[in-house]
């Protein structure tokens, strides 16, 4: 039996969804070692882009940041902000990114910005960064969040990266280059969005909860089709490729 973190379980999860050849936008963190990881196994053409524009990066060690010059080991070429959010991001070229998030709502909106009412939050967060370039401009994206029954919600207290906005329509709307998200992994469960509705849906969950735990978790009306499969787990092979990644657990953590 293969004995997994659960920091462990949503990296290995996070990078089955990222595919050969892509052009990837990991960012620091869990995506960060998802993407790498996917390289080091299915995905070896995937390219690996920093915001700060080292383009199909090869770290040896895992980077801090995103401007982080660990990036610079290996890649292609190293460009610029304006470049790699212009040039790359708005003009269509990026495949995939990744986003987390403070709420979501049933069309994948997400706030990072604050948490209450907008003259007197309760909480304030970092806001965008890059994160509605990425949202509004990469092709589709893989978010990434804890889950917790207030980040599920119905309406957002303030929508910082679109998601599918309203359903259907909504982002030619207002002329996005990019397609919105396409799967949320939690440490309960995945979704992906029903191609009719553009509202999230169950995909699987993972081992150890239920469909009930998933429903009793979301503050809006979750579609649940006929068949929830269980999420696959890590195998030993990905976790040591991780842990060759990270050797000192910057990000797997001392303990991984």
């Known amino acids: 039996m293969v004995e997994y973190t659960k920091t462990e379980f949503l990296i290995a999860c996070a990078s089955r969804h990222v595919r050969d050849g892509e052009n990837v936008f990991g960012g620091t963190g869990m995506p960060l070692l998802a993407a790498l990881m996917a390289k080091e196994t299915h995905a070896p053409r995937s390219n690996l882009i920093s915001e700060a524009g080292f383009i199909d990066a090869r770290p040896r060690e895992v980077p801090l940041s995103v401007a982080d010059t660990r990036y610079y080991y290996g890649c292609s070429a190293a460009l610029g902000l304006i470049e790699t959010l212009g040039f790359l991001l708005q003009g269509g070229r990026i495949d995939v990114g990744f986003l987390g998030a403070a709420q979501i709502d049933e069309f ?5 910005s604050y948490i209450g009412p907008y003259d007197a939050p309760k909480v304030k967060l970092p806001g965008s960064g890059g994160g509605n370039d990425i949202a509004s401009s990469a092709k589709r994206l893989i978010i990434m969040m804890a889950h917790d029954k207030r980040k599920f919600i119905k309406k957002l207290d303030y929508m910082t990266s679109p998601g599918h906005l309203e359903g259907p329509g909504s982002r030619k709307k207002w002329s996005m280059v990019g397609n919105g998200p396409e799967v949320v992994i939690t440490d309960m469960c995945q979704f992906d969005f029903d191609p009719d509705t553009l509202k999230i849906r169950l995909m699987s969950v993972h081992p150890g909860f239920t469909v009930e735990d998933v429903i009793e978790n979301v503050m809006f009306d979750l579609i649940i089709p ?22 000192t657990g910057i990000y797997l953590g001392k303990g991984g």
Do not use: F, R, S, Y
């Open 108 to 112: 994948g909106n997400l706030n990072t």
């Open 226 to 247: 006929d068949t929830v499969t269980v999420t696959e787990e890590p195998t030993q092979h990905q976790l040591d490729i991780m842990h060759k990644l990270d050797p």
